[in-house]
C-alpha cells in the first residue's frame, strides 16, 4: 500500500519543534519521542516513534526520514549534508522555514486560482452551448428570412458546427483528463513519476532553476560554514539536485573545474551554478577571509529571490484568467448580439 507524503504544514511544524528541542540540549531520539508523546493523531505518533526506535538504534536521522518513505527527497538529503557537517539542527531550522514558506504558497496558489478556474470553465461550457446549440437556430431563422451569418457570426457559427461535429472526440479527451487529474491526485507513486518526468524534462527553466540555485547554495553555505572539504560539501550540494539531471550537470562541473585548477567563484561562474552577482559577491568574500559568511547570505537571498518570482508568477494567474474570461464574455456578446441585430434589421 502507498504511503501518503506528510503535507508541508506537518514538515515543516515537525522539523520546527525537533530544531527547538536540539536547541535545548534534547537528543535526536529523545525529541522524536517527545514529539510523538504530544502528538494527537495515531498515525503520525507512530511514525514519530517508529523514527525514535531507528535513531535510538544507532540510525542517523536522515536515515529514519528516508526510511519511513514519507517525506520528499529534498528533506533527506538536506537533513544528510547537516548531520555530515555537524549542523543538524540548522538544517532542520531551514527545512522547517522552507516548507511553512512553501505551505503559505500553496495556500495563495489555490486561494488565487479556484475562482478564476470556476469561472473559465462555467464560461467555456456557455460558449459551447452558444455555438453548438444557440446560434444555428439563429441561422435559420435568417435563413428563411433571406439571408445568412456573415463576418463574425458567420465564423462562430462555422465555429460551433466544427465543435459539434468533433463533440465525441472531445468527450473522450475530457474523460481521459478527468481521469489523469484524478489518479494523479490518489496515487503517489503515478504523481512522483509524472513530476520526476517534468523535472528531466523542464525542471531547470525559469522559476524551477531559481529554487534549484537557492537549493544547491543553501546547501553549500551549510557544508562551508561546518569546514568541510569544499570538494566534499559540492558533492553533497549535487546529491540534493539528483532528480533534475541538468541543475545537478552544472554542479559536477563546477566540481570538475575545481579539480583543475579554478577558483570556486571562477568555476561556479563558469558552470552556471550561480549567478555571475553571486559570484562576485562570493569572490570578494574568499578575498576577505570571509567566505562562508558571503556563501551563507548568497544562499539566503536566492531562497527570497526565488519565493518572490514565484509569487509573482501565482500573482499573474488571476488576472489573466480574468481577462480570458472577459474575453469570452465580449466573444458570447457578439455571438448572440449580431445575428440578432441582423434578424431584426432584415425584418424592420
Not at 94 to 103: F, I, P, T
Not at 226 to 255: F, H, I, T, W
Not at 270 to 280: D, I, K, N, V
Request: hydrophobic share 50%; proline share 3%.
Amino acid at each position: 500500500m502507498e504511503k501518503r507524503k506528510l503535507s508541508n504544514d506537518e514538515i515543516s511544524a515537525l522539523c520546527l519543534g525537533l530544531s527547538m528541542l536540539l536547541h535545548a540540549g534534547v537528543g535526536v531520539g529523545d525529541g522524536l519521542s517527545l514529539l510523538a508523546e504530544e502528538e494527537s493523531d495515531a498515525a503520525h505518533r507512530a511514525l514519530l516513534a517508529q523514527m525514535a526506535q531507528r535513531v535510538d538504534d544507532g540510525a542517523p536521522l536522515a536515515a529514519a526520514f528516508r526510511e519511513t518513505e514519507r517525506f520528499p527527497d529534498y528533506v533527506c538529503g538536506l537533513l544528510e549534508v547537516g548531520e555530515a557537517a555537524g549542523r543538524t539542527e540548522e538544517a532542520l531550522s531551514a527545512l522547517s522555514h522552507h516548507y511553512e514558506d512553501r505551505a503559505r504558497l500553496d495556500h495563495q496558489v489555490r486561494a488565487s486560482l479556484l475562482y478564476p478556474a470556476i469561472l473559465l470553465v462555467i464560461m467555456l461550457a456557455v460558449i459551447a452551448v452558444l455555438l453548438v446549440r444557440v446560434l444555428p437556430v439563429f441561422n435559420e431563422v435568417y435563413a428563411y428570412l433571406g439571408g445568412s451569418l456573415t463576418g463574425v457570426a458567420g465564423g462562430l457559427l462555422a465555429l460551433g458546427q466544427a465543435l459539434d461535429r468533433a463533440m465525441p472526440v472531445l468527450c473522450v479527451l475530457l474523460g481521459a483528463v478527468v481521469v489523469f487529474l484524478a489518479v494523479f491526485a490518489a496515487s503517489a507513486s503515478f504523481r512522483d513519476r509524472v513530476m520526476s518526468l517534468w523535472r528531466k524534462k523542464m525542471g531547470d527553466r525559469g522559476i524551477s532553476r531559481k529554487i534549484n540555485t537557492a537549493r544547491f547554495a543553501q546547501s553549500l553555505s551549510m557544508g562551508l560554514s561546518s569546514g568541510l572539504p569544499l570538494e566534499e560539501a559540492l558533492s553533497m550540494a549535487a546529491s540534493l539536485l539528483e532528480s533534475v539531471p541538468a541543475a545537478k550537470g552544472r554542479c559536477l562541473d563546477c566540481l570538475k573545474r575545481l579539480e583543475n585548477g579554478e577558483g570556486l567563484a571562477a568555476a561556479m561562474r563558469e558552470s552556471g551554478a550561480l549567478p555571475r552577482a553571486e559570484c562576485r559577491l562570493l569572490d570578494l568574500g574568499l578575498r576577505s577571509g570571509t567566505g562562508d559568511t558571503a556563501m551563507e547570505q548568497i544562499a539566503r537571498r536566492l531562497s527570497e529571490e526565488s519565493e518572490t518570482a514565484l509569487e509573482e508568477k501565482v500573482g499573474q494567474v488571476e488576472p489573466a484568467l480574468v481577462m480570458v474570461t472577459s474575453v469570452l464574455v465580449g466573444l458570447i456578446l457578439l455571438s448572440v448580439m449580431l445575428p440578432l441585430m441582423n434578424i431584426m434589421t432584415a425584418i424592420g
